[in-house]
């Protein structure tokens, strides 16, 4: 296989300009393809995220304060498949800045949560502390997040920073949040379940729903996030489908022009095939010397073409598509290649070397 790739570049280079037309021809697909349908990827990936930031996979159980839910709804939940997160609420306590008098207050909530990183807090968090978003800091007066928390119930917590809360959460703000660890059947007024996709919010909402276990169901409500998830699946699927026709078009294109050129090579290089031939080269070994041939130019002429098109989307300031684009792109450009150059290949391994090596 090596001698094989060995030979197949050393032929490559003995055509300096067939190979460096092919290249530039792969190099420029390539550029062309990114600069069109990989902006439309990363202009996708962008709206995506922009959807995804209100919730898409959010399933938000509210319930009365004696409506009977508590932290065992949480416990039935952690057995169902294809949940992402799941955090529990407990009923709302006004909290104040305990050094500015008559401060404003903010709700305060505890949450029961085995993955509280996901709600902006550490995994091991300080104990006696209420984690704060940054609107809760501006409302409580503490823009530097340091301060005391006094609240209605007689407590008093110190304050920290949260990092961020997760997306299904900001509805809530502004959000002030103390780890909790439940002791029993603690009181929750919301549950919090992100799907693991936004395709599995409506399967997994009557299973929700279900296992809900209350007295009275009136006393409960579950919202979801269906119709976003809809919106995101079917701009999705518009976008895409954009994006492989253009890319199909333009692979197709320049697969034809390889094979062009492919065929060229061939006819210019039919003495070399017929001495090949009569030395004992087999077909076989002809057809997997062109096809590696056309191999290495066009991943040279991909490599090329994505360093050449992430240099003009950088300076331009345009979003990058990513390396698993680029990395599609390189290989759909590839395949197309070697089915046109499969042609041009089996032309030059049907050489007679008898008749080749009588021309003149």
Known sequence: ??????????????????????????????????LTSGRTVAAQQEVLRSIDSVGTRAIVVRADTDSGLTTGFLQRLRAVDQIAWLGGLSPIVDGRNAGVPDAAGVPVRQLYSDDLRAAGMPAQPVSHTAYASATALDALGMPYGVGELSLTNGDTLGVAPAAGPAPALLEFEPLVLVPATPHGDEPLAVVVVIAASPDMVAPLTPVVTSLLALDDPRMATVSTSSDLAELRSLVEAQMSALSRSLIVGLVGVAAVLVAALQTALVLMRRKDFGRRRALGASRRFIVALQLTQTALLVLVGAAAGVMASGVVLAVTGAPQPGVRFSLAVTIWTLTFALIASLAPAILASRRDPATELRVP
Request: aromatic share 2%; with cysteine.
């Open 1 to 34: 296989m090596t001698a094989l790739v060995r030979e197949a570049w050393a032929a490559a280079r003995s055509q300096g300009v067939a190979s460096s037309l092919t290249c530039l021809l792969v190099a420029a697909v390539v550029v062309a393809i990114t």
